[in-house]
């Protein structure tokens, strides 16, 4: 039903994955009161100091979906100008929208495996 609703297969094959047989159906075994909390707690945080300017010992790498408007033009641009002062590695994965781990699973892996210690 998600692919037939313009969902891309992977984002429906997680989806999926997160339901639970109830007496009516499906329902989601997603608690989304946490999610609910956690997204407004993401939301008043600023992580672009660290971004900006992390300990010289820790590297830090963003991962970037080429589809994705979480970002905003100005905040890609000052995601890469960081990365040219060397603060930061920024990695683009084309063709995919936010959900990186379901529609590109195998490059996400690739990459993350790529930068392990």
Known sequence: MAVATGQRS????????????????????IDLDAIEAM???YGV????????????????????????TTFAKEE??????AQEQG???????????????AEQPDALLELLSRYSV
């Open 10 to 29: 992977g984002v429906a094959t997680w989806l999926a994955m997160n339901l639970k047989r109830n007496e009516t159906g499906f329902e989601l075994a």
């Open 39 to 41: 997204m407004r707690d």
């Open 45 to 68: 945080q600023d992580f672009w100091p660290d971004l900006e300017a992390p300990a010289k010992s820790m590297r830090r790498d963003i991962v970037i979906a080429g589809n994705s």
């Open 76 to 81: 890609r641009e000052r995601v890469f100008g």
């Open 87 to 101: 603060y930061l590695h920024a990695h683009l994965l084309e063709n995919c929208g936010h959900w990186v781990h």
